[in-house]
């Protein structure tokens, strides 16, 4: 099986590499056949990557312990979900599962432009399989997941107890479908480029696909802060870790050119910008890759040490260089139609919403290879801290804030003074009116970046909703249709427009939840034996005594507490700390008590033989909020995604054009 398993991967390289020939000569005239060769080549790459992976997946199901990456990741006391996730688990099954992925990618953009963009298939897909021929190169010299051993073991090594994790089942694939997804506008950008078809018309064709990668890698990062959350024991979901960077530069990168596409498609500008900005993401993407397998950063995301780094970074170098050369070249083909006509107008807060999505992603770039550089220069790795990374984050992060609510609220090309009165005056008015509470409950003096983000908060959730408002407003008074019924209405006939409206609003409650349980959160250590109460910012504690459970995975040592809070009880909590014998390590199982006002998070430290239960107590105030948000951002990019019917792609009743403009 390990020898099919090989042999699948290196036909799947012979089949890229000649796609690859086959796409590039399909552009001569006359070459049809040529054509249909690069299609099939990537069909059948599509089948013998799958091929390899169910192999794979068949020697973890059934225990192949003779497969060096089952034995290393895998025993027979796992359930089956979790032996699968051992495919993940290590670098090699890893790297097949990005190879896979894009395989299938990139066989299904094939088969929906198979009679499409002619001009640009061809160059589309001598990318996409050149860069599936890099990972099935990789997978075939450098890293196996085929590898055996000499001798069979009776019993495999494990999982590593951090990952045997529901959320750790589904996080690192729906990353990675991010990361892959977006090798398919980068390979548009690129036939654009290369056939000079400079237009709109390869946005148009990636923009969903744009849209999807965007919406996984959004909910791959929120994923892993929810396991971060409740595995690792420290109250918090997000470090400014290497890794977690790695996979915010391509989301912020990404999220600037969903804006910026917008104002080439309204306007016809930004047309270099944009073409810099996915070449750019997906660079980011790939740098990813390279961050976790380089053994360039210390991360507890990251694989351990690999000799992969300087093939990752050769191959980055030299795809990057290429398409800048590309970019450069084709400068004189790609001047905008038309100039900025006033820094008030909406074509204006994009290019400054792009210009500081670009430069907090550079920030966290340079924080992230920092220790590397400084290891390269001075011979000693310096790294960077959170304190750092939030001196940042936070000033661009509030400006990018009040721009997701005014940059709906201001007309295309110019902006007059009348209209910013009249458009402002409610959201204003209504933020005024709410800031004084908040003033008055916070103390400015710690505090001050929390209450001015929750005031602009509010203000940025009225300009939003009032965008809705005026457009069910004026569905409403074209008549024959009820309210709920003229929102939906508007949402459907311009599903990209609202459903993005709806993205806003799902971060401003996530940047609800991040401020407040930032903010305010309060940690105490407390120590209790048998019997006693303790209390924590007006929650009590009482030890009910210790716990222990044993099974053939795991022994667990824990503690039963009894909570409450004002006098009464509220329930009970029961953190742990289990041994794997498997892997002989350690790991604590978190007790939470979560609620939308606050999370408390105790953390069993350690118990003595007398029951005396040594604890860390947080009360994080608001971060249910955060998963809230991001819930809501996953709806809101479906539906800007969401395919719109035939019959509703029409342009607007006059009457509803004139009432818009009256709005």
């Given at each position: 099986?390990?020898?099919f398993?090989?042999v699948?991967?290196?036909?799947a ?8 020939i086959a796409a590039l000569n399909?552009?001569?005239p006359?070459?049809?056949i040529w054509q ?6 990537v ?12 192999v ?14 089952v034995?290393?990741?895998s025993?027979?006391t ?5 032996k699968?996730g051992?495919l ?9 599962l ?6 299938m ?7 929906l432009?198979?009679r ?5 298939m ?5 990318v996409?399989?050149?860069?599936v021929?890099?990972f ?7 890293t196996?997941?085929?590898n ?11 999982l590593?107890?951090?990952l045997?994790n529901?959320?750790?089942?589904i ?7 991010g990361y ?6 980068f390979?548009f950008?690129?036939?654009?480029l290369?056939t ?6 390869w ?11 965007w919406i996984?890698l959004a909910?791959?990062i ?10 690792l ?6 470090a400014?870790?290497p890794?977690?960077?790695a996979a915010?530069m ?10 910026s ?15 810099l900005l996915i070449?750019t ?6 740098f990813?890759?390279f961050l976790?397998r380089s053994?360039i950063?210390?991360?507890i ?6 000799t992969?780094?300087?093939w990752?970074l050769t191959?980055?170098?030299t ?9 450069v ?17 909406r074509?204006?807060v ?13 920030a ?6 920092f ?12 790294t960077v801290?959170?304190?750092y ?29 009348r ?5 402002f005056?409610?959201p204003l008015?209504?933020t ?36 809705f ?7 409403h ?5 009820g309210?709920?019924?003229s929102l939906?209405?508007?949402v ?7 459903g993005?409206y ?6 401003v409650?996530?940047i609800?939840?991040l ?5 305010f959160?309060t940690e ?21 005594g ?12 824990g503690?039963?507490?009894a909570?409450?809070h ?5 329930g ?7 041994f ?6 350690r790991?604590t199982?978190?007790?939470?008590d979560?609620?939308?006002?606050r999370?408390?998070?105790?953390v ?7 029951g005396?239960a040594?604890?860390s ?9 955060v998963w ?13 995604a ?6 509703q792609?029409?342009v607007q ?8 403009r009256?709005s």
């Amino acid at each position: 099986m390990a020898l099919f398993g090989r042999v699948l991967v290196l036909l799947a390289l012979g089949c890229a590499a000649f796609g690859v020939i086959a796409a590039l000569n399909s552009r001569r005239p006359r070459r049809r056949i040529w054509q249909r060769s690069a299609e099939r080549a990537v069909y059948v790459t599509a089948g013998l990557m799958s091929g390899a992976i169910l192999v794979m997946v068949w020697a973890l199901v059934t225990d192949d312990f003779s497969f060096a990456a089952v034995a290393d990741y895998s025993n027979s006391t796992l359930s089956v979900p979790y032996k699968i996730g051992g495919l993940w688990a290590s670098e090699a099954g890893s790297l097949l599962l990005f190879a896979w992925i894009l395989s299938m990618f990139s066989a299904y953009v094939t088969w929906l432009n198979r009679r499409r963009h002619r001009e640009l298939m061809p160059i589309v897909v001598a990318v996409l399989m050149t860069v599936v021929g890099f990972f099935a190169v990789l997978l075939s010299f450098a890293t196996s997941p085929f590898n055996t051993l000499a001798q069979r073991p009776i019993e495999g090594g494990g999982l590593n107890p951090l990952l045997q994790n529901p959320y750790m089942l589904i996080h690192p694939p729906i990353l990675y479908l991010g990361y892959v997804g977006l090798a398919i506008p980068f390979a548009f950008a690129i036939a654009a480029l290369w056939t000079r078809r400079l237009d709109s018309e390869w946005i148009t064709s990636v923009r969903r696909w744009t849209l999807v990668s965007w919406i996984l890698l959004a909910v791959g990062i929120l994923l892993g802060a929810r396991w971060a959350y409740g595995e690792l024991g420290w109250g918090g979901y997000w470090a400014w870790d290497p890794v977690e960077n790695a996979a915010l530069m391509p989301w912020l990168m990404t999220t600037a050119f969903l804006h910026s596409i917008m104002v080439q498609e309204r306007r016809g500008m930004l047309r270099v910008w944009n073409m810099l900005l996915i070449i750019t993401a997906y660079a980011l993407s790939l740098f990813g890759t390279f961050l976790t397998r380089s053994g360039i950063v210390s991360s507890i995301h990251a694989f351990g040490a690999s000799t992969l780094g300087p093939w990752f970074l050769t191959f980055i170098l030299t795809l990057t260089t290429a398409s800048l050369l590309l970019l450069v070249s084709r400068l004189p083909d790609l001047r905008s139609r038309h100039s900025l006509e006033s820094f008030v107008s909406r074509e204006a807060v994009f290019l400054y919403n792009n210009l500081l999505l670009v430069g907090l992603t550079f920030a966290v770039f340079w924080g992230t290879v920092f220790p590397v550089i400084t290891q390269v220069v001075r011979g000693q790795s310096i790294t960077v801290g959170t304190g750092y990374y939030n001196q940042v984050a936070l000033p661009i992060g509030l400006v990018l804030l009040i721009l997701t609510g005014i940059g709906p609220m201001i007309p295309w090309r110019k902006a007059s003074l009348r209209q910013l009165m009249r458009r402002f005056m409610v959201p204003l008015a209504v933020t005024a009116i709410a800031a004084v509470p908040m003033l008055l409950l916070t103390d400015l003096g710690t505090s001050t970046w929390a209450t001015l983000t929750l005031v602009t908060c509010v203000f940025v959730v009225v300009c939003i909703l009032g965008e809705f408002w005026r457009g069910t407003q004026v569905r409403h008074a074209l008549g024959g249709v009820g309210w709920f019924g003229s929102l939906y209405e508007l949402v459907a006939r311009n599903r990209r427009r609202y459903g993005g409206y709806v993205v806003h609003l799902g971060i401003v409650v996530l940047i609800v939840g991040l401020t407040g349980s930032q903010a305010f959160a309060t940690e105490h250590d407390i120590a209790i034996r048998p019997g006693q109460t303790a209390s924590v910012r007006g929650y009590s504690f009482k030890n009910l005594g210790a716990t222990q459970e044993n099974s053939p995975n795991v022994q667990e040592t824990g503690v039963l507490l009894a909570e409450g809070h004002g006098g009464s009880y509220i329930g009970t909590m029961h953190p742990s700390i289990g041994f794997y014998p498997a892997s002989q390590q350690r790991l604590t199982e978190v007790a939470l008590d979560s609620s939308p006002i606050r999370d408390v998070y105790v953390v069993l430290v350690g118990i003595d033989r007398s029951g005396l239960a040594r604890l860390s107590v947080f009360v994080n105030p608001l971060v249910i909020w955060v998963w809230i948000g991001g819930l809501i951002m996953l709806i809101g990019g479906l539906v800007a995604a969401w395919p719109t019917p035939r019959t509703q792609r029409q342009v607007q009743p006059e009457a509803a054009s004139k009432a818009v403009r009256a709005s």
